[in-house]
Each structure stands twice: as C-alpha cells, then as structure tokens.
C-alpha cells in the first residue's frame, strides 16, 4: 500500500489524499502567523483624577489610531493613580502628540507626556534605572523651593504610589533646608515618577532622577548628599545626579 503511494504523481497523490481524507503535511516552512500590533506607548503624568479613558482616547485619537489606554489604579480604594498609557499605533502619529500635549492643560491638569521606554532586565545584569535591581529605589530631587516642605514634596509624588521616605535635608547652623530632597519607592512606581523631571513643585522646575551611592572619597560630615561633579553647599541643589 506504502508503495504504491510513493509510485503516485503529485497531481494522483493529491487526489487519492482526497478520496481518502487524508489530511496532507504541512511544511515546516509554513508562513509564520502575523506579529502582535505594538505600536509606540506613551506616558502620560499628572492627570487629574477626572480624566476617563474615554476623554483620553478622544484627545490622542486627533494624531492616529488609539490601540490601548491603560489607567492603573489604587488596589485598596479603586482611584486612578494620577497617570495613564496611551498607546498609538503609528511612531508618527505618537510623536506629534507627544510634541502637542507635553506641557498642555487637560481637565485642569498640565500634562507631562513622553515616549514609555521597556524596562531593561536587571535580573540578566542590564544597566539602566535601578541596574542593581533594589526593591525600592531613591530619587533625588533638586531644584526645590526654599519653601518646600516634606508634605508639598510628599503631595507631588504621591500620584506615582506609596512613598516610604522623603528627606530634605537641612542646613547645620540654621536650619533651612538646602533646595534639594531624596523620595524613596518601590522601584517600579520610582521609575514612574521620574516624570516628575522637570515638573513644577512650589513654584520651581524641579530636577528628578535616580540617585546614586557616592563612590570613595574621603570621610565627609553629616550625612554626605552631593551632586555628582560638585558637592552641594548651602544653595539650592542644582542639576545633575544626587548622590548619598
């Protein structure tokens, strides 16, 4: 019977596959099934928490096709966090609403919109945010008003999660806080709030990034905060990265 199929043409072996329903091979080169759509996602911070999905895929739709809006919440009361992602399906399209929405007004909030990167895998020794892959992660924060205080900069973070700690330090002799603070999260809801780069705290545009542990050195005073490439003295903390 074997035999005799491999004596048939492929025109004979089509049709006795046929009359026998026999399903045929498929070939291990068969097409490969069509990519998941990604699109770009963006970031979008410091919504007002009456900001709904709908008004969201309304305001980005203008620039393009809206493939996901995702709005995390509380997971104890259920109230958005203050932030979304907005994920459109062409870079272009992205792009200009990036371009027309960072810094815009919505619903009474000034928006902070930017490209959401992919974590890097800190688990397989990538660099990035966070590299040493900490629960929790410091930010520093600099650029602060003379007239901020633990709760104004507490309030400011809070929409990216729960916040462990935030320190501002203070002047030895007078006691005035030296224009700079460090705020502790977890690390996931830390890499969210670097958004807060260059948002405005009482006043002033704030300067936000991760801040790192100094290395070496000699055995400074006091708790030794610095910026890297020069210490902070008594004025405001400036640019730069904030180092403990």
Same mark, same amino acid.
């Given at each position: 019977f074997h035999a005799a199929i491999i004596q048939l043409s492929h025109i004979e072996l089509h049709k006795f596959c046929l009359s026998y329903r026999i399903l045929p091979i498929m070939?291990?080169?068969?097409? @490969? *099934? =069509?990519?998941?759509?990604?699109?770009?996602?963006?970031?979008v911070g410091n919504l007002?928490?009456?900001?709904?999905?709908?008004?969201?895929?309304?305001?980005?739709?203008?620039?393009?096709?809206? /493939?996901?809006?995702?709005? @995390?919440?509380h997971r104890d009361s259920g109230n958005p966090r203050g932030f979304a992602f907005v994920t459109l399906r062409e870079r272009d399209a992205a792009e200009? *609403? /990036?371009?027309?929405?960072?810094?815009?007004?919505?619903d009474g909030r000034t928006?902070?919109? %930017?490209?959401?990167? =992919?974590?890097?895998?800190? *688990? *397989?020794?990538?660099?990035?945010? %966070?590299?040493?892959?900490l629960a929790d992660v410091k930010l520093y924060v600099g650029n602060l008003s003379y007239e901020s205080t633990e709760?104004?900069?507490?309030?400011a973070f809070a929409q990216y999660g729960e916040i462990s700690d935030c320190f501002l @330090?203070?002047?030895?002799?007078?006691?005035?806080i030296r224009g700079f603070a460090f705020v502790t999260m977890a690390a996931a809801d830390a890499e969210k709030a670097l958004a807060m780069d260059g948002a405005e705290i009482d006043g002033r545009a704030v300067k936000v990034n991760e801040s790192q542990p100094k290395r070496g050195g000699g055995r400074g005073g006091g708790r030794g905060y610095g910026g890297r490439g020069g210490g902070y003295?008594?004025?405001?903390?400036?640019?730069?990265?904030? %180092?403990?």
């Open positions: 070939s291990d080169e068969a097409a @490969p *099934a =069509p990519a998941a759509e990604e699109g770009v996602k963006m970031y007002s928490f009456d900001t709904t999905e709908d008004t969201l895929r309304s305001t980005f739709g203008e620039f393009g096709t809206v /493939i996901d809006v995702f709005l @995390p919440v200009k *609403a /990036i371009a027309a929405w960072d810094g815009k007004e919505l928006l902070k919109v %930017n490209e959401s990167k =992919p974590k890097v895998d800190y *688990a *397989a020794g990538g660099g990035g945010f %966070n590299s040493a892959g709760e104004s900069v507490r309030a @330090p203070t002047d030895r002799e007078s006691g005035a003295g008594r004025g405001r903390g400036g640019g730069g990265r904030g %180092n403990y």
